[in-house]
């Protein structure tokens, strides 16, 4: 196992790949993936204009919802008796970041087998 990969790293609660896991896994679902494009429309949106034109019943939105909001990716505000919910962008770039880092260490790795091979 490489020094990168140890198990040893990772154990920072500021560690970019161990916080973005969980917004990962939570994309990581078509329904979810269409909400959060439904979301990044703008604007708090209640559950029923989710679900508007859709056959995804309510409660299984407000479970992808919920499991979304786990993860940071979106929050809920109670207007009156609705509840609204909106993207929260921090999340997702956090998780941007962790793909860049991971995206330079495979270009660093690729770069030591080039030299590698062109020594030969």
Do not use: Y
Not at 59 to 88: I, M, N, P, Y
């Amino acid at each position: 196992m490489s020094k990168s990969m140890s198990p040893h790293k990772g154990k920072s609660p500021r560690d970019p790949l161990r916080n973005a896991a969980p917004v990962f896994a939570a994309l990581g679902d078509q329904t979810r993936l269409r909400l959060i494009v439904a979301l990044c429309a703008g604007g708090a949106v209640s559950i029923a204009r989710l679900t508007a034109g859709t056959d995804i019943t309510r409660q299984a939105v407000t479970k992808h919802l919920h499991v979304l909001e786990g993860a940071g990716l979106v929050r809920d505000a109670k207007v009156g008796r609705e509840r609204l919910w909106e993207f929260e962008p921090s999340r997702l770039e956090e998780a941007r970041r962790s793909l860049e880092i991971i995206a330079e260490q495979w270009d660093h790795a690729l770069s030591k087998l080039k030299m590698a091979v062109e020594q030969v």
